[in-house]
């Protein structure tokens, strides 16, 4: 009822603009979601090229790859959103993906690397990562928050520290045989099939977070603050709103969400290793911008966040379909993404 | 034919989505002459010069520069074709010198050999200096801008558009930040520029320096024109009344409220940390309406800023109905039931890209959720229209970016979103600022109701009718300090210019 109440009202509102600015605001409309014509244009271009593309076992591999790539891009957005950004996440990825590898490595195989330390109880080991992801999260926010200094110089800062860390402890040591309680029972364990291609259980764990994040930006106090202070951080100040709070509460939760990735990408690929985790932040950034997360601070969607990262593997997995060179791949996601921001910095321009 | 006039403007129109800023204005300034543009705070003054200065586009009407017809696309044109114009909100490059400033976007000119594109720094000082000595102003070319007080960057700033040679030169408000000495510096610059043959356009609320300096005065009033006169045949009542446009009396709705003698806030011997606020103590009575009046810097904003803890206090206590409140930080200052509408409503009051709901429940979000985690869109909705009705917003929807909505509207907003904090004790700094003059009134009569129903508010304004037509104390404050305090229905305008002038 609310609902269809404001559609009328917005009809209203049409109705009651002049003709150029019926003309502006069908443009804008458009602009708004100019992503989704673009994706839409692209399977269409794609699956006439090559037919094969539409099939479950591609349509699975691409959402398979969505999910795997979401929780550390809903971590970014909550920092993108406070105007700031967050350069550690892929190395806090790295981190804890060898923290879990280490915990939970078969026993009894040559050159383990806690010799004496069998598997641990799954669920521990992901509490684990998850803190310690928070743990460098809080790093970040309360640098950020107490010292004022501006998100990019922490994260790069922290990235830099936490992968240092890796490399102390692990001396870049790949850590394999991972127990099976860990990834074919666990992570990688298909929950149902689509014709023959398995759906696991960290795209099911992908979605859940996706919605425990959508209730946290969109239905509490702290969500709303999160974009009052990326909107206006004097105005939310002067409003009564714990400014240092908030900003630390969401780069935590971010650190989290890459915490947990971590936990999800060794078990995943089978492994962790030096290079896990590398830039895994710059595509995270990209889905988000793609997605509608604004650097201006103040707007985004989960919604966003979910077609920007789509998009993102669409993108490489069409590039693939279409034969072009993963080379080449790298100068078209740098098109989108810079098309993308263009496009976002059109809309929030004032205009004169 | 050489043209008679130097400027002429001509039908100039403006619309800004909701507000006709500028209806059908005319105007013309004479070589070598000081034109005065008056009128009260939008009234259309900046938005016309700024329509000339090519700031804005103008929707309609001409423009003719020397007999020819110009449309200024950028301040760049207008000033490489001499006219130049000195903003009353200074746009300066604060972390570089001065002579950087000067020559800025004309650094080309200050090559040491015009085919190499390496700048020298002498011809930059020499140039710079020349000016300087012309005007005597004395000022040293390599001080960076930040290490000045406002009035010296005020004189670069004049100093830059005499640079230019410009022909016409634009004062916004020049002298609000300058002391006395100052003035008179400029008023022999201007007169300097005068014999020049320059035209000066005089924008300024001071009836006194406008009847002094000015050969002829244009008033304005809701966007429109209203007369123009020779400075010598206009009285300062006269200018009053074509500015206001209506008795004095109807600007203001009646107060209707009393005022109890219960003490709801003593603030005793309050100093800030980081500015010149010193040793303020006084009382709020229940249902008072308390105005600050003073200068700018006199501390008026800093003694609200201080009270409402989002500056750093140095000493002194405030107590809340006989009970001490600290108010560290507006969080806890919110807590403890006070509101604080602030005086850059662009910069810290609104979240200009959030919707209306969302800029009205943000100070109240506690009370508004569902159970002990998750907000109650039902609950925000309703909040927001409440308040959207009972303080008559216009806005199409709850949804529309508040950056859409009006001035006035806007504050509103801003104004709703404290109510809903049931605070009893407002803090208002300069709340009817950029306002257009119907929305004032409702604003007044907004402040005259929460009054009524028992709140105690204390309004910081620098137009002193404002003050003497809505409070019923006035505090007048000088360099920092309380200067006095007056009854609001048994002052005058000269009192409070006396008292906050005691320190200076």
Known sequence: MPRKGRLATRIDEYNALSPRDKRRFIGDWFLDRAMIFIIILLVIYIQIQRPTFLQPASIINILTLTAARLPIALGVAGCIILAGTDLSAGRIVGLSAFVSSIFLQKSGIIGKFLENVGPQPVFLVLLLSVLIGALIGLLNGFCVAKFKVHPFIVTLSTQMITYGIYLTISNAKQISSLDPSYTTDFVTKPLFRVSTTAVNTYVALALIMAGIMWVVWNKTRFGKNMFAVGSNEEAARVSGVNVAFTIIAVFTLAGACYGYTGFIEAARLGASTGTLGLNYEADAIAACVIGGVSFVGGIGKISGVILGVFLMQLIINGMTFLGISGNTTYIIKGAVILIACIIDMRKYLTKK | ?504
């Open chain 2, 1 to 504: 034919m050489r043209d008679s006039a130097l400027l002429r403007m001509e039908h100039v129109s403006k619309s800004f989505p909701g507000v006709k800023a500028l209806d059908d204005v005319s105007f013309t300034l004479r070589h070598g002459s000081v034109h005065a543009l008056m009128g009260e705070n939008g009234a259309g003054k900046s938005t016309l010069m700024k329509c000339l200065f090519g700031i804005y586009a103008k929707d309609e009407g001409e423009i003719f520069f020397e007999g020819k017809k110009v449309d200024f696309q950028t301040p760049r044109e207008a000033l490489d074709n001499g006219v130049a114009m000195v903003h009353q909100e200074l746009n300066q490059a604060l972390k570089r010198n001065v002579m950087d400033n000067i020559w800025l976007g004309r650094y080309k000119q200050m090559r040491a050999n015009e085919h190499l594109p390496f700048l020298s720094e002498k011809k930059m000082y020499d140039a710079t200096k020349e000016i300087f000595d012309k005007l005597e102003i004395p000022i040293d070319p390599k001080a960076r801008m930040d290490t000045m007080p406002v009035s010296q960057r005020q004189m670069v700033e004049i100093a830059k558009a005499v640079s230019y040679n410009a022909k016409i030169i634009v004062l916004d408000e020049p002298t609000s930040s300058l002391t006395e000495v100052e003035v008179e510096h400029l008023f022999r610059i201007i007169n300097m520029l005068k014999e020049r043959g320059c035209g000066i356009i005089y924008i300024s609320h001071k009836m006194e320096e406008i009847l002094r300096i000015s050969d002829e005065v244009t008033i304005m009033r809701d966007g429109k024109w209203v007369a123009t006169k020779p400075s010598n045949d206009i009285t300062m009542d006269e200018i009053i009344r074509l500015m206001v446009g209506r008795e004095l009396t109807n600007r203001f709705p009646p107060k209707q409220h009393d005022v109890s003698d219960e003490v709801v806030l003593r603030v005793d011997g309050l100093s800030a940390m980081y500015s010149n606020l010193k040793d303020v103590s006084f009382e709020l009575k229940k249902g008072e309406i308390l105005g600050v009046a003073g200068l700018d810097g006199s501390g008026r904003t800093e003694l609200l800023e201080n009270i409402f803890g989002s500056a750093t206090r140095k000493d002194g206590r405030i107590y809340k109905n006989g009970k001490e409140v600290f108010n560290k930080s507006p969080e806890e200052s919110v807590k403890n039931g006070f509101a604080m509408v602030t005086e850059e409503r662009r910069a810290t009051g609104i979240f200009n890209i959030l919707s209306v709901k969302e800029n009205t429940v943000i100070a109240s979000l506690k009370s508004l959720k569902a159970n002990k985690f998750l907000l109650s869109d039902k609950k925000i909705r309703a909040a927001t229209n409440d308040s959207i009705k009972k303080l008559s917003i216009k806005t199409p929807s709850q949804e529309t970016r508040i950056r859409a909505l009006s001035g006035g509207n806007q504050q509103k907003v801003v104004f709703g979103r404290w109510l809903l904090t049931r605070p009893d004790i407002f803090l208002l700094d300069e709340p009817t600022r950029g306002i257009d003059v119907g929305a004032k009134y409702e604003i007044y009569q907004l402040i005259i109701d929460m009054a009524r129903e028992g709140d105690s508010i204390i309004m910081v304004s620098s137009e002193m009718p404002e003050l003497i037509g809505v409070c019923d104390r006035i505090l007048v404050m000088s360099e920092g300090r309380l200067a006095g305090e007056v009854d609001a229905d048994n002052t005058s305008q000269e009192e409070i210019m006396t008292l906050a002038a005691k320190y200076a």
